[in-house]
């Protein structure tokens, strides 16, 4: 799912986005990734299935075959309701039609969106809080969909225990290469439990408008030119995999 285009106004008033989302302030919407593909795919092993760090959060990827058809199925970590509507709106516009072909879905979490019957691949794509779902494809698209509702209705927790499975970010630091022409950044993670596997990264927020490059990354640093002026913020984050719970963390990062 990229996220990097300009939203569709038409599409947006019509969602009327952003939405209040239905939930209690204090709630958030989590998955039990390894049981919400058990039920979309019968129990059989996916075909891929990714954690990557996107702006702003992180994403689960992952392909299964249901009756003989490929389904792709993701969820979107974002930092809050409204980033997730207006990244739905984002994937919705993505399209080399005159306008987005999504028209608005049936009435699924905050915000739902889908493509009409007519076309021969179904899409549809709704936000749950800051989570933000795709499925696409399965020739009963619909009752794929119920599945994963019924798993992810199951899923409301408080904060405070969503926050309990986030992994911790310690020990961030930046340091003057040789030079001084660029700055690298370091972290470590910490599971919230022993032996769990995490993923992590950075991203470097509005790269373009601060003159930033980056110059080379890694799960645990990341190495930036920064031109002269206002410094650039780095974010920095960390996914507990299995229930896509996010950590956050920024720094500010100047040139000197």
């Given amino acids: 799912m990229r996220l990097r285009v300009e939203e569709s106004p038409d599409l947006a008033a019509q969602l009327g986005v952003p939405v209040p989302p239905r939930a209690p302030a204090d709630a958030r919407a989590c998955v039990d990734w390894d049981a919400l593909l058990a039920r979309v795919g019968g129990g059989a092993r996916p075909r891929s299935d990714t954690t990557t760090i996107v702006p702003g959060g992180a994403a689960r990827l992952a392909t299964v075959v249901v009756e003989g058809d490929e389904v792709v199925l993701e969820v979107l970590v974002l930092a809050d309701a ?35 019957p007519e076309f021969p691949r179904g899409h549809v794509l709704w936000t749950l809080g800051a989570m933000l779902v795709s499925v696409q494809g399965g020739a009963d698209l619909d009752a794929i969909v119920g599945a994963i509702t019924a798993e992810l209705d199951a899923g409301w927790v408080p904060g405070t225990q969503a926050a309990a499975h986030a992994p911790v970010i310690v020990d961030v630091g930046v340091r003057t290469d040789l030079g001084g022409a660029s700055k690298t950044v370091t972290w470590r993670v910490e599971p919230a439990a022993p032996g769990l596997s995490i993923v992590s990264g950075a991203w470097v927020a ?26 650039v913020t780095v974010e920095l984050f960390a996914v507990h995999p299995r229930y896509v719970v996010v950590r956050r963390a920024a720094l500010a990062v100047a040139r000197g």
């Fill in 82 to 116: 409204e980033a997730a509507q207006r990244a739905l709106v984002a994937e919705a516009q993505r399209t080399t039609m005159s306008r987005s072909p999504f028209v608005v879905g049936p009435a699924l979490g905050d915000v739902c969106v889908r493509l009409p």
């Fill in 206 to 231: 509005e790269p373009d408008r601060h003159r930033a490059r980056v110059l080379d990354a890694s799960p645990t640093s990341m190495t930036l030119e920064v031109a002269a002026g206002a410094p």
